[in-house]
């Protein structure tokens, strides 16, 4: 079974509450944060206060997208706050394996993210810890931005490394420009957890969107 993350990046922030609720009715299965720092990446978006400031308000399960140069830094406020998934970037940590266990330790879900330009090959040593990969199909720091269509082959590799390694478990999620005809190949490639982010908040019809990611 497909999931389907929303990333509130496109949400209107003004009404963020009611937001929340509207993806939750449409029928989301997670909801992607986009932490953004203007270092890692050109963009500034959020942190912790607000991630905290939103957990009281909707049931969905928070799956935490750290783009930021010291991930390590935040781990045990987010496991604080309740999230579900703490996934930071491969290019920014030279003690992954550490973090990793730094992430369990404080109960919450590992998850590596790659860059365009970060081959899977990256992650052999640490694939059996693994909660999640997550494939970037966009250079991050932005929504609305267009699938690069590399990410397929990228989550076939994905796919394979996890079971060489003898990991059932973990999730291969897919972050940028998913929409209801990008899905299509990323799903007969493997992945699990597909985030969708313009694709389902501007969307006349929230609910037939991520219906539509998931069935197409
Ligand atoms: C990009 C973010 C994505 C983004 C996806 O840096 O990590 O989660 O919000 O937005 P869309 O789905 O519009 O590409
Ligand atoms: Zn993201």
């Not at 206060?49 to 799956?63: C, E, G, M, S």
């Not at 970037?89 to 998850?111: D, S, Y």
């Not at 199909?137 to 990410?151: D, E, K, M």
């Not at 291969?172 to 990323?186: A, L, Q």
């Amino acid at each position: 079974m497909i999931k389907i993350a929303p990333s509130m990046l496109s949400a209107d922030f003004s009404i963020l509450r009611d937001e929340l609720k509207s993806i939750e009715q449409a029928g989301a299965d997670y909801l992607h944060i986009d932490i953004m720092d203007g270092h890692f990446v050109p963009n500034l978006t959020f942190g912790a206060p607000i991630v905290k400031a939103i957990r009281p308000h909707t049931t969905l399960p928070f799956d935490v997208h750290l783009m930021v140069t010291n991930p390590a830094d935040y781990v045990e406020e987010y496991a604080k706050i309740g999230v579900e998934y703490f996934t930071f970037h491969q290019e920014t940590v030279p003690h992954i394996h550490r973090l990793i266990q730094q992430i369990k330790a404080n109960g919450m879900k590992a998850g590596v993210a790659l860059n365009p330009g970060t081959p899977v090959a990256t992650l052999e040593d640490v694939a059996a810890d693994l909660d999640m990969i997550l494939i970037m199909s966009v250079n991050p720091g932005f929504g609305g931005q267009t699938f690069i269509p590399r990410a397929v082959e990228k989550v076939k590799q994905a796919k394979i490394l996890l079971e060489t390694m003898g990991n059932h478990d973990a999730v291969i999620e897919v972050d940028g420009g998913i929409n209801d005809i990008t899905c299509i190949p990323i799903k007969d490639a493997g992945a699990t957890l597909l985030v969708a982010g313009s694709a389902v908040f501007c969307a006349q019809d929230r609910a037939n969107m991520i219906e539509s990611i998931r069935n197409n």
